[in-house]
């Protein structure tokens, strides 16, 4: 099993889309996939469909009262695809937990008791460093960083990598940089290209070669409660994803 967490304290940047469609790439492909919706706004949770009056058991228990994922998980319209939902109160767990020991590894710990049951489980975080995202990273064996190619994107990322730094020696040593996915990426636009050639230039190798272009079909996919391979399986956005599960997959072979 393999915990893979997307953060990007930015909002907007692709965090939630990439954690529902890599998601589905990868169950398309026969991996029994896990999505943990660790952001209190429970966008993964509505986008792959399911509704607020599903949510009965959420991240917020297993963080806040140890609920053992299996009792939390709930399948999706994607075969091999499951999620643990969250709903608002999630968003009280930083206060919840105060003053509680072991607080950032609650996730951690509870993924920990799962016996076996996912090849990878992405966990989608908020918009935020705060407990919620450290829980995040402390489960994680990698983080992945989308980026949207714009102006100020590279500096969010230092200082994004420099809380890795504090959580490998905090936390997690072994945690690991899975990679950076640019997203909505145009190429019509210059600034847009020039961001995701720095990026490169900077971080080398660490730059996923799949971009993920900016696709109506990928925001619109949500509203419809699918994922964009179900929704237009042969879209830009969904086809993008797909290259992105197999190049992920490709490259932790290699590794
Ligand atoms: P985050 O989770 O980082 O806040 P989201 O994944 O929710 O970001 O994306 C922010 C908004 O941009 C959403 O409305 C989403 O539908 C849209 N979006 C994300 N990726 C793309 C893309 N590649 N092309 C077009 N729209 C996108
Ligand atoms: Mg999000």
Sequence with gaps: MKVISLANQKGGVGKTTTAINLGTALAAVGQRVLLVDLDPQGNASTGIGIENSARQKSTYDVLVERL??????????????SIVPATSDLSSVDITL???SNRANRLRDCLRSESGDYDYVLVDCPPA????????LSAANSVLVPLQCEFFA????????????EVRSALNPKLEIEGIVL??????????HQVAADARQTLGEMVFETVIP????????????????????TSAGSLAYQRLAAELRSRSAGA
């Design 183 to 192: 997203t909505m990426y145009d190429r019509r636009n210059n600034l847009c």
């Design 68 to 81: 053992p994922i299996s009792a939390a998980a709930l399948p999706t319209i994607v075969p091999n695809l």
């Design 154 to 165: 590279l500096e969010g990322l230092t200082q994004l990598l420099s809380t890795i730094k």
């Design 214 to 233: 900016r696709n109506v079909r990928l925001s619109e996919a949500p509203s419809h409660a699918m994922p964009a391979l179900l929704y237009d399986e």
């Design 98 to 100: 105060s003053g509680e």
């Design 129 to 136: 460093l705060n407990l919620l995202t450290l829980n995040a």
